[in-house]
Structures are given as C-alpha cells and as structure tokens.
C-alpha cells in the first residue's frame, strides 16, 4: 500500500469507525489492514473482569468458594498465581462485602502481569512510582508478604486518597506513601532491589474500556507523554541498584511511548539490558516499528493487544542494571 492509499484507506476507516485519522494511519503501518480492522471490531467488546486474591487478608480457596456461593463464575488466569477471570453477572464487583474487607482486588490483567514480571522476593526494597490508585503497589505488597518494604510514589494529591485507601484496605503494612515527582528521586536515600515504572500515558491501549480515547489524544499528546515517561524511566534507571531489576509499562500500545522510550535508554546507559520475559503470554515487542531500526532486545519485551489477547492494550519491559566490574 503506497502512501497515499494508506491515507485514503485511514481517512475511510476512521470516518467509519469514529477515530481520528493519524491514528488509524499509525496502526495499518503497524499491522496491515486486516489486523487494523480486528483491532477496531475488538475495541468494541467488552474486556473480562478480573480480580486478584489478596493473600494478605485471606486464601484463595475462602475467598472462591465466598465468590461461587454469590454466583461469581471465575476461571483462573493461566499465567499468574492468585488471579482469575470473575463474571459477577449483575453485581457490581466492587460491591461485595469480600471487596470492602480487602479479599480481593479488581485489576487488569496486563496490570498483575507487570507485577508478576517484576518477580519482587521477601525481604526486597521495591520503588513503586506513580503508583495510584494502588493495585500494583498492594500486589508488590502481597508478593513481599509484608516483608521489606514497598515505597509508593504519587504525584497527584487527590489521586493519594485512592491510593492511601486500597493499601489501608488490603492491608499492605510494609507499604510509605510519598507525595512526590517521579522525575525527581535524586535524594533517594537508599538503593531499591527493584522498581516498577507503570508510566502515566497516553492510554490509547484503553480504547476498549473508554471509547472517548478514539479522539480524545493528539500526537502531540503521545509526544508529551513520551517525553515524561523518558524522563521518569531516566530517573529510575539512575537509583536502581546494581543487579537490581525494574519493569517499565504503559497501558498504551503506541511505540513512541513504549520501544522508542527504552531503546533510547540502552543507548545512553550500557549498563542497562533488556531481560527475557519467560512467561508466554502476548506477543514481542517490536524491534523495527514504522521501519525505524531499534535495538533487537525490544523483541524480549511483551504486548498485550485487545485483537490477539481479548484485554485492553498494554506494554511491558524488564530491564536489569548489571554489576559493575571491578578493576
């Protein structure tokens, strides 16, 4: 497809389908047409519920056979500990009496997934930046079992309240909350064994679940978001400690946001690498988006994208800093 057909094909589409049309163009040079148009068909269903059982609080088998008793159908997430698809039919699930006392957690799973990649052990010191509302925070928690502690960095101060709240609620006893900029973690005062940076964006891999992200974000908007997640993702990358490990994620699926962020991080720090993701779940990340050669460690990074994996859009990466080596 010439440009020019690429662009009429894009302006036809995002006329049909009630996108702006830069986007529609972004996603046929990604994906061709056909999967462009599966990925418009599948934005309009709807994603599965689903929760996380709070260990913390209760086992897993309570907290099941509480949900069953109440009609809650659930199926287990094949890929992570705790987590399951819940169908809670005409309830509300942030309604139940099992949510109020912290059993479990609504989340996304590409969400507990960038946990999961995280891996945090007992005992570790895990750096959580802009971390509300909070289910990735109380699901670091829960992996630490209480244990060493979790720092939670927000910025936004009504966003504090959410975040305070579903600690307090899910019972993360080894979890500080500081107000704070991301971008700005110089006076640190130790060496986190591992951060997670799910960086505020552009949200357009939300398009399932907020319909207005169709139109709601220019590229000027993936520009300045790509702009900030460089900047947070620079500042991790200074205070993570030597062999420490973090996880860099948006729930967008533009590249800009995602492989060019951190492609251009392992060209300025070559100290930084690009961990496997063992787990088989997504698809790689891309190594050569819009023809633009990237580094090839970009394919150990993972997707999730609504045409392929019936949830929102989301990216994740795992980095390492490795060890200095003595003279």
């Not at 992570?80 to 912290?102: I, Q």
């Not at 993360?172 to 951060?195: M, Q, S, Y």
């Not at 552009?202 to 300045?224: Q, V, Y």
Request: charged residues 25%.
């Amino acid at each position: 497809m010439s440009s020019k057909e690429l662009r009429q094909r894009a302006k036809e589409l995002a006329k049909e389908h009630g996108y702006l049309q830069y986007m529609i163009e972004r996603y046929l040079s990604l994906w061709g047409e056909e999967n462009t148009i599966r990925f418009i068909e599948a934005c309009e269903q709807p994603v599965r519920t689903a929760i996380r059982v709070n260990t913390l609080k209760t086992s897993v088998s309570s907290v099941l056979h509480r949900l069953q008793a109440k009609g809650v159908l659930l199926d287990e997430v094949p890929w992570l500990n705790n987590c399951f698809y819940a169908d809670f039919k005409d309830s509300s699930p942030g309604a139940l009496l099992e949510h109020m006392l912290g059993f479990y957690y609504v989340q996304g799973v590409p969400s507990m997934t960038a946990v999961s990649v995280l891996d945090p052990q007992p005992d570790e010191i895990v750096l959580d930046l802009a971390a509300a509302p909070g289910g990735k925070t109380t699901h670091i928690a829960q992996l630490l079992e209480n244990t060493g502690m979790v720092m939670a960095i927000e910025q936004d101060r009504q966003r504090m309240t959410s975040l305070q709240s579903n600690i307090i609620r899910c019972g993360a006893t080894n979890t500080v909350v500081i107000r704070g900029d991301a971008r700005k973690l110089d006076d640190l005062p130790f060496k986190p064994d591992k951060i997670l940076l799910d960086a505020p964006c552009s949200g357009e891999g939300l398009i399932p679940l907020d319909p207005t992200r169709k139109t709601s974000k220019s590229m000027a908007d993936i520009r300045f978001c790509a702009t900030r997640e460089d900047e947070m993702l620079e500042s991790a990358v200074n205070v993570l400690s030597e062999g420490g490990s973090m996880v860099y994620s948006t729930c967008s699926i533009a590249p800009e946001e995602n492989e060019y962020i951190v492609d251009g991080i392992l060209k300025q720090h070559p100290e930084i690498e690009v961990v496997e993701i063992p787990t088989k779940f997504g698809t790689p990340g891309y190594s050569e988006p819009y023809g633009v050669r990237l580094s090839e460690s970009l394919t150990l990074t993972r997707r999730f994208l609504p045409h392929l994996h019936g949830t929102e859009g989301f990216f994740i990466c795992k980095l390492r800093k490795k060890e200095a080596v003595s003279e």
